[in-house]
């Protein structure tokens, strides 16, 4: 046997060994942690009294409802609404299903500012519901986002917005109807 030939067989039985032994290692990464999930609505459609807090009408009531069905396969975790009756209404229909708690925060406050307590108030596998207003919705989820968001209509009620934001901070815009 020359030694070229003996170093040869070596090798070829040191790869088959590796290749027999390499289906028993296993993937030692740690799982990804899961995304948190922000759900933003705009309030259900409203009544027309009283004027500077109405109710929601039968409708928006149908819609709220709508919402609420619609998150089952994966409930929220927390609920965010203004102190508002009809945005009250809104998430009550979600909160009360799910058995979760209202938590108020004020339509007034900077977007900016209540989109970084936000992402710093929820972990990966979260799952939020903001209820706000025609005026308030695009700008929080553009802040949530880091990214453009078109603005709500005056009479746009059924626009829901889903923002993923990964563990690395990367953020990802969903725009659907119910």
């Known amino acids: 046997m020359t030694p070229l030939r003996g ?26 942690e899961p995304d948190i999930v922000f759900h933003l609505v705009r309030h259900a459609e409203k009544a027309t009294a009283p004027a500077n807090d109405p109710e929601l009408s039968a409708t928006g009531r149908a819609r709220a409802q709508r919402l609420a069905a619609s998150l089952q396969e994966a409930p929220p975790t927390a609920i965010y609404s203004t102190d508002y009756a009809r945005t009250r209404a809104t998430a009550s229909a979600t909160a009360e299903r799910y058995g979760r708690e209202l938590e108020i925060y004020d339509a007034r406050r900077p977007a900016a500012e209540f989109a970084e307590e936000l992402r710093r108030r929820h972990v990966g596998g979260d799952i939020v519901l903001i209820v706000g207003h025609s005026n308030t919705v695009a700008p929080i ?3 949530l986002c880091r990214c453009e968001v078109p603005p709500l209509s005056e009479d746009e009620y059924d626009r829901w917005l889903t923002i993923r934001i990964a563990h690395s901070g990367e953020a990802h815009l969903r725009t659907t109807r119910y």
């Open 7 to 32: 170093l040869s067989g070596i090798l070829i039985a040191a790869c088959a060994a590796l290749a027999l032994t390499s289906g028993c290692a296993h993937d030692v990464r740690e799982p990804a």
């Open 141 to 143: 989820a553009a802040a």
